[in-house]
C-alpha cells in the first residue's frame, strides 16, 4: 500500500536538514501507520531521513 500524506503538523527532525524545525514545509511524507496506536512512520522528503 502506497499512502503517502503529507503532514503540516510535523516538522523534520534531522538537525542537518534545511526543513528542520519549520512547522508547515510540507515535505515530511507519512509513509505508513503501524499498531493498534497508529504510530506514523515519517520521512522528510528533503534530507531523506525517517523518523517516527
Ligand atoms: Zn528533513
Not at 503517502?4 to 527532525?13: F, G, N, Q
Amino acid at each position: 500500500m502506497m499512502e503517502l500524506e503529507i503532514t503540516k503538523d510535523i516538522v523534520c527532525m534531522n538537525p542537518a536538514c534545511d526543513d528542520y524545525g519549520i512547522e508547515g514545509g510540507g515535505n515530511v511524507l507519512v509513509r505508513r501507520r503501524y499498531g493498534a496506536d497508529g504510530i506514523r512512520f515519517l520521512r522528510c522528503r528533503r534530507c531523506q531521513a525517517e523518523f517516527s
